[in-house]
């Protein structure tokens, strides 16, 4: 299966499709330090800048389009500033949704912050989710944790799986039957929703403290949350400085939180912090490939 990449940031959606099997072929992402990490990564692979001077024309045929659309005016650490779809970067989704129009990939993958459930009081939502619905797409959506995925953060993200024409983006969000629930009472194991993930994060040997919390009472609010060593650490942000990690007995670094290998500085910092987790890409993704051979068999013969 082949795959266009929008918003492609420093790849992380793109190395979670490539690892379940498929190629991509084309990239988009207009800050200079991600076209740098894609080059290196991708060197032969299409890579244009901004989305709005893409046409159409540009585009390879693809089986899948993936893209995590800007999401600063969507995102609850805006409260109060927040555009919505309105803005002009989260609403890049527009142009996102015009080349799906114009390409028909049969299947679109779209991540984002958990605000956009509720921007605009859920018209936002709403926008996305008829776009694609009246573009012929059958649609699902599904919230899902980093750390339930192998990674030791908390990062909570907003997936959108589309089909054309199917109902197999619910398939791919959804397995039959019930997923375990992590015990809440339990502060180091934990039940993965992704099959083949370990079952029980190790013996906590870190302390993980939130910047804004440093100082400040655990009931300071939402930026004010002291510190945690119970396997886990906060969400990484873009700011740069979300966290302060240290160790007790054993080396820890910031940079296997997302999955990616690069050694960390201030800007590969704040990439990551606007990236994604590649192992719940890559669960998804291979979802994808399972439902595309089951819904789309035609393309296989």
Request: hydrophobic fraction near 35%; charge should be positive; aromatic fraction near 10%.
């Amino acid at each position: 299966m082949k795959v266009a990449s929008f918003f492609s940031g420093i790849g992380g959606i793109d190395l979670g499709f490539e690892r379940a099997g498929m190629e991509v072929n084309f990239q988009c992402e207009i800050l200079s330090f991600g076209q740098q990490i894609l080059k290196k990564h991708w060197p032969k692979v299409q890579l244009t800048q901004d989305i709005t001077k893409v046409k159409s024309e540009d585009i390879p045929d693809v089986d899948v389009f993936v893209g995590g659309f800007p999401c600063q005016d969507l995102s609850l650490a805006n409260q109060g500033k927040r555009k919505g779809l309105e803005g002009a970067r989260s609403g890049l989704f527009y142009k996102y949704a015009e080349f799906i129009e114009e390409k028909r990939p049969r299947w679109v993958f779209i991540e984002n912050v958990p605000g956009l459930l509720n921007s605009a009081q859920g018209g936002d939502f709403k926008i996305v989710l008829s776009t694609l619905d009246e573009l012929g797409y059958g649609v699902a959506w599904r919230v899902l944790d980093a750390k339930f995925f192998g990674t030791p953060q908390r990062r909570r993200r907003t997936y959108i799986v589309a089909s054309l024409g199917t109902i197999g983006a619910a398939e791919v969000l959804f397995e039959c039957g019930t997923n375990p629930v992590a015990d809440s009472k339990s502060k180091r194991s934990r039940n993965f929703i992704a099959s083949g993930n370990d079952e029980s994060l190790p013996e906590s040997n870190i302390f993980s403290i939130q910047h804004a919390g440093i100082g400040r009472r655990a009931s300071a609010g939402p930026q004010g949350k002291g510190y945690r060593n119970d396997g886990e650490t906060y969400t990484l942000d873009s700011r740069g400085s979300s966290d302060a990690v240290c160790k007790t007995d054993a080396p820890f670094r910031v940079r296997t939180a997302s999955g990616f290998s690069q050694k960390l500085d201030s800007s590969r910092f704040r990439a990551i912090g606007n990236a994604v987790c590649v192992p719940v890409v890559e669960w998804i993704a291979s979802r994808i490939v399972e439902m595309d051979k089951k819904y789309y068999p035609e393309q296989y013969e």
